[in-house]
């Protein structure tokens, strides 16, 4: 083992070093044609067309990760397979967080389940707010390099694009962060939005770099949001250890088998035609949106979304959901208290969506 995986793992509650975790009846490699291991129905439920349901999935299924890993450009040992990313930032923050000791650093305005995994852990917070600058809400990483090595912090979440924000990290910035927090923290880079992006995924850092891990998704541009198929990325090492203190089998059957068909390569190649039509909508609704009564400012997104500020949101919001249009109030966020997050729909939805917003100068 590595110096460096060595050090990550160092990083893991002393608590929790030499934990096995619950051996579920799945865990053991052993086959038989008679599964009397785990107290299952002997029928299947007169419900299930397919009769699989009786019996208990596979906790990580090898074809699942398998695609996965093709999809991704890793090995399926430096995958973990959850209930969507919140489970893994939550095993991250279990894992690696002693209550009151060892710090979560933050970036608001962001994707709050950070904060909220931190506040269930009892793990202290640290933050460093976005500055609002030209090109759009960016991270300070000097600022979040010299807190998380003042004040010890365990876990820096990066997300990147940045989640309401649009705006992304350069590959040197997280390579800066890790580096100079190597052997204190692990950064863990939120990439659920990165196939609206350009830029290249973190997972090419890996190697070079062992306490940096990425947190994946299905549910964004692969539209399977209820599946809830989420997946961590990092060195076997450190998901083997994530592994033990995951629940018992996180992926139900029919989740994983609607991944694995989700990926095979005809369906991606639909999907990437897709996401090219939400980042050329992005393109569009992104002007329009300027020339919109009310709009102060449109950020630029890397995701499939846009962070808008109204001289009155309220009234923005309100003649949205007027016509029948539900965007995402962002006002009680740290510096967004006039922004409304609109997520890209189809060309047809976001029409109504300028529409919506232009008859208010009409009606005013």
Sequence with gaps: MSEGIQAVLDLLRPDLQSFAGYSSARSSAVQGSVWLNANES???????????????????P???????????????????????????IDLL????????????????????MYAVCARLQGAPLLEIPLLDAP?????????????????????????SPSNPAGSEIATGDIVRTAQALQGQAIVVVDEAYIEYSSQA???????????????????????LAAARIGTLIAAPELIAVL??????????QPCAELAVAALQPAVLAKTRDRIAGVV?????????LQAAPGVRRVYRSAGNYLLVRFDDAQAAFDALLAADIVVRDQRAAPQLGDALRISIGSPEENQRVLAALSARRAAA
């Design 201 to 223: 995924s973190a997972t090419a850092l890996l190697a070079a770099h062992p306490n940096i891990a990425v947190l994946r998704t299905l549910s964004k541009a692969h539209a």
């Design 62 to 88: 090898p074809a699942l990760l398998r695609a996965l890993a093709d999809v991704y450009g890793v090995q399926p040992a430096q995958l973990l397979v959850g209930r969507g990313s919140d489970e893994a």
């Design 93 to 112: 923050v279990r894992a690696f967080c002693r209550p009151g000791t060892d710090p979560v650093l933050v970036t608001p305005p962001v994707f709050g």
């Design 280 to 288: 050329s909508e992005r393109e569009r609704l992104f002007h329009a």
């Design 42 to 60: 002997a029928w299947p439920n007169p419900a299930d067309a397919k009769g699989s349901s009786r019996r208990y999935p596979d906790p990580q």
């Design 243 to 252: 592994r033990r203190c995951q629940a018992p089998y996180p992926v139900p």
């Design 135 to 159: 090109a759009g809400l960016q991270v300070d990483i000097d600022a979040v390099i010299d807190l998380a090595r003042d004040q010890r912090a365990r876990l820096v979440f990066l997300c």
